[in-house]
């Protein structure tokens, strides 16, 4: 019997497994929102300091168009893990080619390279969705946030000193940008 290379196995179930970047659809809103709200207690990603709830972020998520402000998620096993969304800058139309990214993981996913590969891809579809700079609004004492953007290109566009303030301390917000 000759052995060689041999012609891939598909199987829709294997297929389910694989981790895959989407667009986000209405019915992943709940996990959205999951994601997030898990993040707030860590005091590291964003200034909400209370959960949302799905009612919420339902006008925010009608925001989002997958042909020029996408929101994406990273699903693997049938769970959404991680999403990324791209959202207009300062809504002026001057800034019409300018977005502003925000990038969440599940916590229990976190350091498993999945924000790495929703960056990657969002910068990958740039050039389609018109936009030639990327910022991001990063806590400085965000230090993970800030070696992933960094690790991509991302440079030190801006410094707003003590903007923030939760639980009695002052926080520095990072202002990240890319010009693509």
């Known amino acids: 019997m000759k052995r060689g290379l041999r012609a891939p196995f598909f199987s829709p179930a294997l297929s ?13 809103l709940p996990d959205i929102v999951a994601i997030y709200n898990a993040s707030i207690p860590g005091r590291l990603a964003t200034a909400d300091t209370q959960p949302v709830t799905v009612a919420d ?19 693997s096993g049938g769970r959404i893990l991680g999403w990324l969304g791209f959202r207009s800058f300062y809504g002026r139309p001057a800034y019409h080619r300018t977005v502003e990214s925000a ?21 990958e579809e740039c050039p389609r969705l018109g936009v030639a700079n990327v910022l991001a609004f990063v806590f400085a004492h965000n230090m993970p946030s800030v070696t992933l953007f960094e690790a991509h290109g991302f440079g030190r566009w801006g410094l707003l000193p003590k903007v923030c303030e939760m639980d009695g301390r002052e926080h ?8 693509i």
Request: no cysteine; proline share 5%.
């Open 57 to 75: 972020r339902e006008e925010w998520f009608t925001g989002f168009d997958r042909d020029k402000r996408p929101l994406w998620i990273y699903e």
């Open 16 to 28: 389910l497994r694989m981790p895959s970047i989407r667009h986000a659809e209405t019915g992943d």
């Open 103 to 123: 990038v969440y993981v599940a916590p229990e996913h976190q350091r498993e390279g999945i924000a790495r590969r929703l960056l990657a891809h969002a910068l």
């Open 172 to 179: 520095d917000v990072l202002i990240l940008g890319k010009r």
